[in-house]
C-alpha cells in the first residue's frame, strides 16, 4: 500500500479521503455542488493505480460529456502520469461504441456501422412511417423519435415494450414502428445513440460469456453525474458491476437536470438496496463558491420538495452579493452584460473565467451579435455547430460512403448535389429495387446501370458516380486520408459547385470546407475521423484562445468559472413553459435544480438578469421576471438597477401582485424605442427594425394603432386586462388597469376595447 502521505491524499478533506481510500466495495458519494465529488473520483481513481491495487485498463470510470472526460483524463495524467491513457474513461456512448465496434456482428451488425446523428435518425423515420403509410403531418418522425428513445432510455428492445407508454402514438402503430426503424437500422448497418446502450445490454445478456469477460476486465468501475442515469445505464452498470460490486458513484439528487430525457433520480435510491452494505459518503465541505453565492443557491433550491437534504457550508468569505438585474430586452441584456465582461476584462479577468449560462439555445444569439460587434471573443458550447452546417454535411456523406459503403442515407444526402441528373425519380427507383432485392442503394445501383431502367442520361451520370465511388474507396490504403478528402470533393464537383455559387455565404461554406480537411489531420484515420464526429455532434465545442463561454445551463454541468452571468430569468423562458405545462410539480422543480445548478457554477461572482421584452420564435412578447428570481434570499443578493423596474407591488422581488396571476409588471426605461410597435390580429406583437449602431439604438419608426388614442379612453391590454388611458406620452400609456391597477404600457400592447 501507498503511505498515507500521498501528496494527492493530503489534498483532500476527512470524507473525501474516506470516499478515496474505501477501494472495495459499492461507495455512493451523494453530496452538493462544489463539494469535491469529481476530485474525489480522480483522486479515487489515481489511488488505485498508485497503490497498484489494479492495471489502467481494469477501471471503467464513466463521465456525462467528452469535455468531462478530457478533463479528467488531464487531471489523471497529471496525478499518474501517462499510463492514465490505458484507463478506459469515456462517456456511456463512447464506451457503448468501443463495445459494440468489437462485438458487432453479436447484435446484428458489422463492426463498421454507421451512428445515426439526429437528423439522419429523423429522415428514417420518416421513410418508416411513409412505407407504414402513417400521416406524417399528424403523427411527426420527431414524435415518433421521442417514443422509440424513450424506449431506449429504459433499455427497451421492440419485444421488451409492454403495453401503456407511447401507444398513443398513430393509433398505437408505434410498437409495430419501432420494430420496422431497428429492423432498417440492422440492413443499413447503423445505430442511433440510443442503440449503443441498448445493443450492449442486449450484447451482455444474451452472451453470458462475453459479460463475464467485461466483468473481469473491469474491477473497479466509477461513474460522475450519477443522479442523470437513465434506467438503460443503471441497467448496464449493475450488469458489469455484479460480480464484484467496486462500483463508486458520486452525485448530488439537486442537480438531477436530464429528467425530461428519461434520467431517474430514483437510480440513487436504487443503489443501496441492489448493492447492500453500500458505504454512503456525504461532502458537506463546499470549496468552489463564496458565502452569497452558496447561500443563494441554497435557499432557492430549498423550494424544492422533492429532495433528499443535505447541509452545504463554506470557509469562503461571503464575496459580493448575488447581482440582479431588470433589463428592457434582450439586446439591451445582451449590452450590459458586453459592458460588464469588458469592465472584469479592465480589471484583469481573463474572458476564459467568464461563462453566460442561458435556459434555451436561442438565447445565444443576441450575445453573440453583441459580442460580434465588440470584438469580444466567445465559444458557444454544445450550440450551432460546426459539423451541423450544411457543406459540413453534404461533405461528411462522401466520405461516410467512401468508408461505408452500405450507408444509405448518406448516399440519398449527395447523390444528386452538385446537380447529376439524378432526381427525385432516379432515387424513387433506386428505392423500389433496393426493397425489391433486399439490398442497399448503391447495391440496386450497380443492377440498375446494367438495364435501361432509367432515362440514357440518368444511367450515364449514376454510372459514372458509381465508378467514382469505387475508385474513392480503392485510395483509403493509399493517400492519406485528408488527401484522399480533398480529392473526393474537388473530382465529386461539390467544391466546384460552392466555388460557382454567388451567394453570399458561399466563402464561408468554402472556408467551413477547408477547415474540415484541416481537422481531419489531426485524427490517423478515415474510420476514427468519422467516429469522432458522431460523437462529438453530441457535445461540440472549440477549445484554445481566451474567450467567453456561452452555452445552455443543461451543457454547464459539473464546469466551474469565476464570473457567471444568468440572464433571461423570466416566465415562460425560466421556469421553462414546457416544463410547467407538461409535467406540473415536477417539471417545476426540475427547472429549479436546473437555477441551482447555474447559480453553483459560479466561484466568485454571479449575476441574474431578467427583460421585460423578449423575442422568442421571432416574436416579441412582454414577460415577467421568474418565480426563481423571487424566491432569492434578499440578504444575499443586491440589485443593480434602478428599483422602479422591479415594480411596485411590494411583495418581495420582481413580480407584482397583479390579478389572479395575470399580472406583474414593472416600469421600463422607455427611453429605448428601437421597436416598431405593429397592430396585428389580435393582441400586437414587436418586430425589430434596424440594428444597432455603434452600441446605440436606432431609432426606425414608431406608430400607434390608427388616429391614435384619447385620453380615458378604454382598452384592453393582453396581460392586465381592461383599463381607461390616463396619461399619454409618445407611444407610452399610463393606464389604470380594472383589476391590475396603475401601469405604464406600451400602445402596441394595446387594443381600443
Ligand atoms: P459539481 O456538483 O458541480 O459537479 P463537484 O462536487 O464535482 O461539483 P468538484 O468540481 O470536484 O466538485 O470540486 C469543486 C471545486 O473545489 C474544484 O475547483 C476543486 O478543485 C475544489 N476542491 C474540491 N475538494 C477540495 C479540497 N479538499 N481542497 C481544496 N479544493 C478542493
Ligand atoms: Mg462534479
Redesign the pocket.
Known sequence: RQPAAAPYLA???EA?REAVEALDGPVLVL??????????LTTRLAHLLATGRCQPWQVLAVTFTNKASREMQDRLAALVGPIAGDVRLGTFHAIGVWLLRRHAELVGLKSNFTILDTDDQLRLLKQVLEAHEVDVKRWPARALAAVIDRWKDKGLTPDKVGGGDGNGFADGKALELYRAYQARLLTLNACDFGDLLVHTLTLFSSNPDILARYQEQFRYILV??YQDTNVAQYLWLRLLAQSHHNICC?G?DD?SIYGWRGAEVDNILRFESDFPGAKVVR?E????STGHILATASALIAHNEARLGKTLWTDDDPGRMVGLRGVWDGIEEARIIGEDIEALQRDGARLDDIAILVRAGFQTRDFEERFLTLGLPYRVIGGPRFYERAEIRDAMAYLRMVAQPDDDLALERIINVPKRALGAATVKKLHETARAAGTTLLGAGTAIVETDELRPQARTALARLLDDFRRWRALIDVMPHHELAETVLDESGYTAMWQHDRSPDAPGRLENLKELIRAMEEFPTLAAFLEHVALVMENAEQRDEDMVSLMTLHSA????FEHVFLPGWEEGLFPHQRALGESGQKGLEEERRLAY?GI??A?RQCTISFAANRRVHGQWQSSIPSRFVEELPADHVEKLSDPGIYGSGGAGWGRVGGAGGAGGAYEAPWEKSDWRGRQKGYGARYERRGGLIEGEATVVETSGPEGGYALGQRIFHQKFGYGRIRAMDGNKLEIEFEKAGRKKVMDAFVDPA
Open positions: 489534498k483532500l478533506n473525501q453530496a452538493g455542488a462544489g463539494t469535491g465529488k469529481t476530485r474525489v460522475d453525474e458520486v448530488d442537480q461532502l465541505r463546499n470549496y468552489r454541468k459539473g464546469l466551474e445548478v453553483t457554477r466561484r
